[in-house]
């Protein structure tokens, strides 16, 4: 995932301010800058899963030549997406509450309401349904 958020300006800034070989359990939350860098990396992984749910391999694709700084073949991006299917993706997505034509994030009452109706289904408050 790190290879894919390097595609990304905004998320390769916050990997270099927080370090490369970083966790999230790490990250020191009296430091501002180090919050700051979080919160865009956090935006970039939503942002990279609504990515992946709406336009699949091709994503990859062009994330990876950034990256790498080399154009990636489709067969390359097959062979590393042959274990992932776009329901994966598109259920990532949707948990977060992405629109699949956009990339807009659901505001927390939507979050909320989502979770909500989460609850009803399964009938379980805190605790995993499955």
């Known amino acids: 995932m790190k290879l894919l958020l390097a595609g990304d300006p905004a998320a390769?800034?916050?990997?270099?301010k927080i370090g490369a070989g970083f966790e999230f359990q790490?990250?020191?939350s009296t430091n501002a800058e180090q919050m700051a860098a979080v919160a865009e990396l956090v935006k970039a992984i939503k942002t990279l899963l609504a990515d992946l749910s709406?336009?699949?391999?091709?994503v990859v694709r062009e994330r990876l030549s950034v990256a790498l700084g080399r154009n990636v073949?489709?067969?390359?991006?097959?062979?590393?997406?042959?274990?992932?299917?776009p329901?994966?993706?598109?259920?990532?997505?949707?948990?977060?509450?992405?629109d699949k034509t956009t990339n807009e994030s659901p505001t927390l009452?939507?979050?909320t309401t989502t979770l909500a109706?989460?609850?009803?289904?399964s009938g379980?408050?805190?605790r995993d349904s499955r």
């Open 12 to 16: 390769k800034k916050a990997i270099e």
């Open 54 to 58: 709406r336009r699949g391999s091709d």
């Open 26 to 28: 790490d990250v020191d």
């Open 117 to 121: 109706r989460l609850t009803a289904r």
């Open 109 to 111: 009452n939507d979050a």
């Open 87 to 98: 329901d994966t993706s598109r259920g990532a997505a949707g948990w977060l509450g992405f």
């Open 73 to 85: 073949s489709a067969a390359e991006v097959a062979t590393l997406m042959v274990g992932m299917s």
């Open 124 to 126: 379980r408050r805190g």
